[in-house]
């Protein structure tokens, strides 16, 4: 599963900082950017690497705030299209155990993310 086609959207699974957030939180010091770096890295060393495409640093979601940015994120791509809808009707298939373990804890989805090519 090592392609990396640059689409326009993908499908996956985001790293969710919030989550990896609270497991630093009781962290007062400006050391908790540095173990939230710590953290991503672990989770993405713990994936199998054939369970998915490749990592998306160029995801995009909607700001909450109206017109702000939007909120780069990083995104385990497992699916990718330029169509939009078609994308958002293809199944994903079975999900592997190594994204499975890490879904409670660090990860978020799956979801439709936009790329900013």
Do not use: C
Request: aromatic share 6%; glycine share 6%.
């Amino acid at each position: 599963m090592h392609a990396m086609y640059r689409e326009k959207w993908v499908k996956g699974f985001k790293i969710d900082e919030d989550k990896i957030a609270k497991l630093v939180s009781s962290d007062t010091d400006n050391t908790s950017t540095h173990r939230m770096t710590d953290l991503i890295f672990h989770v993405v060393h713990q994936l199998d690497r054939d369970a998915y495409q490749y990592i998306a640093g160029s995801a995009r979601e909607p700001n909450p705030k109206p017109g702000q940015e939007p909120i780069p994120v990083l995104v385990i791509v497992l699916d990718q299209d330029n169509d939009e809808g078609a994308l958002r009707k293809r199944e994903l298939g079975p999900i592997d155990e190594s994204i499975k373990i890490a879904l409670p804890h660090a990860l978020t989805g799956p979801g439709i993310w936009e790329l900013r090519l």
